[in-house]
C-alpha cells in the first residue's frame, strides 16, 4: 500500500484529517460537527497571530544527539533556535547525555536569492556543516523562503549525498502552507521516513522482498515497547511511564525525542509503538505498519487517573498481561488515594478553565474533574477526528461545556477569561502570562522539569495546584498594575465574534 512517504512533498493536515482550527461553542457541539464533516470551512475574519509548523519541527530535530540543523531561509527564521538551545542541553543531561550546544546553520538568502534561487548557498551549506562538525544526521528545514522561489532541496541533498558523511533530512515544512501548525510534526516523520535507517540491515532486506506482516519471529515476540515522546513531555514523565510499563513487564524506549541517530536502526526491533498524543505520532506510526508490519496504539494521553489505566490496559492487552496490569493499576491507585487526601478538601470545588494542546487538554480535564474540580471551559489549538471520543468523555458531566479551538489568538482567551473568573488556569507556554494579567492563579500545563504523566503526574498536578491557589496576590497585583492591549468594549462582546463559517465575518478589531 503506497503511503504518503512515497511523495517528496507530504500532504498537509487540513487534506489528511479534515483539521479545524477555528471554533466556538459546546464539547458536544464540537464532536457533532466534527463527525458531521462540518468543521472544514471554519475561519476567523480577523486573527491576531498564528504559530508556525517550522517551531514545532524544529521542537523535535533540535533535540537529536549528534545532529546539526541548517535552516535554508533568511537569517531571521533561525531566531527561535536561541531559545531551545538551553532546553536541549538540560534534556541532554537529563537523560545522562553530555551536554552540548544547539548546532545550526542558515543559508542566509538574502533579496537577490529570492531572484536567483538559493540552492547553490545551500549545498554550500551542507558541505560546510558537515566538514566542520562531522554529524551523523543534517536536517535541511525549508522555510517559506525557498516555498516561494521553488528551491528543490532533495535535489540539492542528492547531489551533494556523495560530498559528505552524514546523512542529509531535507524537512518541508514552510509556514504558508498550512494554519495547523502540529503538521510540522508531520514534516519531520516524513523526512525521517525517507532518508533514515530505521531498521537493521536484515530485516529491512526481508522488508523490501516480502510483505511486512513477514519481519522474523521473534521480533514479534519482544517485550519491547516504543513509546514516542513530545518536546512537551520531560525527562520525569517518561521515567513515569518506563516504571509503569517495567511493573507489567515491558521495556520501554522513547523516541524520537532525544533519540541518538544510530538508535533509529533499532527502531524495528519492537513489538509494539505506542504514543502518547495522537497529535503528535499518527503519520509515523501508520508508515511503520504497512512497511513494516509493526502495530501501534494510539488511544488517550496516560494523564490522570483514568486515563492512566485506560492506557497501561491497552498496552497490556497486547502482551496479554492483563492481570499483571490489574494488579499495577489497583496498587498504584490506592497509593494515590493515601497520598491525595490532604489536597482533595482544598481543590473541591475549584473552578479552572484549561488551554493547550488537543489531546492534552482533554485528559487534564478529566484529571481535574478527579480532583475534584469543576473544568468551567477549555481551548485547543486545533481539532480533528482523534478528539472525538475523548472530548465527549471529558464533557460527559457538562455536555455542553465551553469549547474554544484556537492556535493563539489571545484576543479571544482574554474575553473567556474574563467571563469565566476561574480560580485557576491551566495554560500552555505563551498564554499563562497573559492570564496572570487578568488576576488568575496559572499552572504551565507542560513544563520538562516536571511530572504530569502516569500516577506521580496526578500527585505532583494536585500539590501544585493547592499551593497556586493559596495565594493570589501576586496575580491580583498583576491585574492591578497591568494594562492589557483590548479595549474594554471588546470583554462586552461575543468571544467568538469573529469565527465564521467560510463567509465574511465580523469586522474591525477587539
Same mark, same amino acid.
Given at each position: ?80 533556535? %536561541?531559545?531551545? @538551545? +538551553?532546553?536541549? *542541553?538540560?534534556? &541532554? ?7 552540548? #550546544?544547539? $548546532? ?22 551542507? %558541505?560546510?556543516? @558537515? +566538514?566542520?562538525? *562531522?554529524?551523523? &544526521? ?7 523562503? #525557498?516555498? $516561494? ?29 498550512? *494554519? ?43 517485550? *519491547? ?286
Amino acid at each position: 500500500m503506497a503511503h504518503h512517504t512515497d511523495q517528496k512533498v507530504l500532504p498537509k493536515r487540513e487534506d489528511r484529517l479534515r483539521t479545524c482550527h477555528a471554533y466556538g461553542g459546546t464539547s458536544c457541539g464540537l464532536v457533532q460537527e466534527s463527525r458531521g464533516g462540518c468543521l472544514v470551512r471554519s475561519e476567523r475574519s480577523f486573527t491576531q497571530v498564528c504559530n508556525c509548523q517550522m517551531s514545532l519541527a524544529l521542537t523535535m530535530v533540535t533535540t537529536i544527539p549528534d545532529a546539526v540543523i541548517i535552516m535554508h531561509a533568511p537569517p531571521g527564521c533561525g531566531g527561535s533556535n %536561541v531559545s531551545m @538551545d +538551553l532546553y536541549v *542541553r538540560n534534556g &541532554l543531561n537529563a537523560r545522562g547525555e553530555k551536554k552540548a #550546544p544547539l $548546532i545550526w546553520f542558515t543559508s542566509n538568502l538574502d533579496e537577490a536569492d529570492v531572484i536567483a534561487g538559493g540552492e547553490e548557498k545551500l549545498e554550500a551549506t551542507i %558541505v560546510e556543516a @558537515d +566538514l566542520r562538525f *562531522r554529524p551523523r &544526521l543534517i536536517f535541511v528545514v525549508s522555510t517559506c523562503t #525557498p516555498g $516561494i522561489i521553488g528551491d528543490d532541496i532533495d535535489a540539492v541533498a542528492g547531489r551533494v549525498r556523495s560530498r559528505v558523511a552524514a546523512t542529509v533530512v531535507p524537512l518541508h515544512c514552510e509556514g504558508f502552507k498550512t *494554519r495547523i501548525s502540529a503538521t510540522g510534526y508531520d514534516a519531520v516523520y516524513h523526512g525521517l521516513a525517507r532518508y533514515v535507517q530505521l531498521a537493521p540491515h536484515d530485516a529491512q532486506r526481508l522488508v523490501e522482498e516480502s510483505p511486512p506482516h513477514g519481519l522474523l519471529d521473534e521480533r514479534r515476540k519482544s517485550r *519491547r515497547v516504543n513509546v514516542f515522546n513530545v518536546y512537551s513531555i520531560g525527562r520525569s514523565d517518561e521515567v513515569e511511564l518506563a516504571r509503569l510499563l517495567e511493573l507489567i513487564g515491558l521495556e520501554a524506549r522513547f523516541y524520537p525525542n532525544f533519540a541518538r541517530p544510530e538508535a533509529f536502526a533499532e527502531l524495528t526491533e519492537a513489538s509494539l509503538n505506542v504514543s502518547i498524543c495522537a497529535t503528535h505520532d499518527d503519520y509515523f506510526l501508520t508508515f511503520l505498519e504497512e512497511r513494516y508490519g509493526i502495530p501501534y496504539l494510539i488511544d488517550t494521553m496516560p494523564i490522570g487517573i483514568r486515563n492512566t489505566g485506560r492506557w497501561l490496559r491497552a498496552v497490556a492487552a497486547r502482551f496479554g498481561l492483563e492481570e499483571q496490569a490489574e494488579r499495577v493499576i489497583a496498587a498504584e491507585e490506592a497509593e494515590l488515594e493515601r497520598a491525595l487526601s490532604d489536597y482533595r478538601p482544598t481543590l473541591a470545588g475549584k473552578r479552572v478553565y484549561l488551554g493547550g494542546g488537543e489531546m492534552r487538554v482533554a485528559a487534564t480535564a478529566m484529571l481535574m474533574h478527579e480532583l475534584g474540580c469543576e473544568v468551567v471551559g477549555f481551548r485547543a489549538h486545533h481539532y480533528d477526528e482523534f478528539g472525538d471520543d475523548l472530548y465527549l468523555t471529558a464533557a460527559q458531566d457538562r455536555p455542553g461545556m465551553e469549547v474554544n479551538v484556537a492556535t493563539t489568538q489571545t484576543f479571544e482567551l482574554a474575553n473567556l477569561i474574563e467571563r469565566a473568573q476561574p480560580d485557576l488556569y491551566l495554560g500552555h507556554s505563551g498564554s499563562n502570562a497573559w492570564v496572570a494579567k487578568l488576576g488568575v492563579p496559572t499552572l504551565p500545563i507542560f513544563s520538562a522539569p516536571q511530572t504530569y504523566l502516569g500516577y506521580l503526574g496526578v500527585f505532583e498536578v494536585a500539590r501544585r495546584a493547592v499551593r497556586l491557589t493559596a495565594n493570589r496576590a501576586f496575580q491580583e497585583k498583576l491585574r492591578r498594575h497591568t494594562r492589557q492591549p483590548y479595549r474594554e468594549s471588546w470583554y462586552r462582546n461575543a468571544p467568538f465574534a469573529y469565527i465564521t463559517d467560510g463567509a465574511d465575518g465580523a469586522g474591525g478589531r477587539p
